[in-house]
């Protein structure tokens, strides 16, 4: 499978299967997807070659001889036109034995603030506030530790509602987890996710030492953040939070944090947003579609899609030319390893939940993740008797690209994964369906994520 497009001046050829990524010329761009049924069907050289010309193409005919040359060396390479090897391993991947190495511990089912578009319902989830005890968190990595088999580095994100409030309950399970390292030969890794509202010089050194990351919620421009991040009372957050998160970003010197927002229908022109945070100093900054129905008034719709591709290419666009100025920043979601990259297992199930990520809730509750938690039909078992329901696992295990069946054909699917078991749930019922809005503006971003790779390499 192949994928050709163009953007910011840039034709680009991928390779599905093999991953590979070619900037080419508009010959070759013309020629790859014409040559592509022949070369499948064996053709020989001249045979393709007068095929070619048959087409009339505006090139020299020694032009055109020398770019076929150049399409059959990659196709011959493993670069062009491979087949998929994957879809043969899929059976063996499915039936893998599987083991816990991440847990969201649900610190405080509980905020101060009281966000519009908060699928947690202010900290709620569908159900009662609530404060994890120690004696509960406890339990949660007792768990992690006794169903991670051979596996060390283990990861523990403190989420809510909002975690600072259970702030003594994270300081003592960060001192109770690196007390079990040692002696089950495990590392852990801690992160949090907070508002910052809490946050303190007294917080900040502890999370300096213990978290491997943090995230900071902000939407962006004072209006978009205000207008949808309001405390109770209706007043706005962004004044008081930015000057702690610059503290944060600055005492972490600018690495294993993000600033992490969410734009809605209300704001459209979110890179505005993005680039409002690069220019508050942030380098680490992640801005990400609500994901809601369209009963909602600031649900993204489908008549917003164009507006929203043409902004992710904006954004693109006066990356580059920030990075080449040398006042670069980080984006999530244009983060992309072309060489290396995740293994086969995460390129074909993506994040992993229900199987080797589970969220906890306050009251020691396993769900596959966090977006699940307090729909019953997902409560999977408890920290004191671990998985119940296993066959909630086996169904998650079972979650991969060649099991959705819009996946099959996309050309993004070994970078996304299949997206989000929660949010394909949510729209269609079906763990193995597809959020059509969320696959339109993935695919947008991993296109531009290439075309970067491909200006900031010449």
Known sequence: MIHCYQSNGYSIVMDVNSGA?????????????LLEPLVKEKKDKGEILDYVKAQSL????????????????????????TEDIYENYIDSFKN???????????????????CKYCFAEEGEYHGR????????????????????????????DFFGGEPLMNWEVVKQLVAYGRSLEEEHHKKFRFTITTNGVLLNDEILEFVNKEMGNVVLSIDGRKEVHDRMRPHRGGQ?????????????????????YYV?????????????????????????????????????????????LPQLLAQYDELAEEMIKRRKEGNGFNFFHFMIDLEGGPCVAKRLSGCGSGTEYLAVTPWGDLYPCHQFVGNEDFLMGNVDEG????????????????????????????????GCAANSYNFTGNVNGSYDIGCELQRKRIECAIMIKAALSE
Not at 140 to 155: I, K, Q
């Open 21 to 33: 990524v070619h900037v080419v010329d508009d010959l070759v761009y013309q020629l790859v997807p």
């Open 58 to 81: 505006p090139y020299a005919e020694e032009e055109i001889a020398e770019a076929v040359e150049e399409i059959l060396l990659l196709a011959q390479e493993g670069q062009l036109y």
């Open 96 to 114: 893998r034995e599987t083991v816990v190495k991440a847990l969201c511990l649900h610190i405080a089912h509980d905020c101060n603030l009281a």
């Open 129 to 156: 506030r609530a404060i994890m005890s120690y004696e509960v968190g406890k339990k949660a990595l007792d768990f992690l530790v006794a169903n991670s088999g051979n596996r060390t580095n283990l990861e523990v």
């Open 236 to 256: 706005g957050s962004y004044d008081e939070i930015v000057p702690k998160f610059k503290k944060v970003a600055e005492s972490r010197g600018q690495m294993n």
């Open 260 to 304: 992490r927002g969410t734009y809605t229908h209300y704001n459209t022109d979110f890179a505005k947003d993005v680039l409002h945070l690069a220019d508050l100093g942030f380098k680490q900054i992640s801005v990400e579609p609500v994901v809601a129905p369209d009963t909602e008034d600031y649900a993204i719709r489908e008549e917003d």
């Open 387 to 418: 998985v119940l329901r296993t066959d909630i696992r086996d169904e998650f295990k079972q979650c991969n690209v060649y099991a959705k069946e819009k996946c099959k054909d996309c050309f993004a699917k070994f970078y996304c994964s299949g």
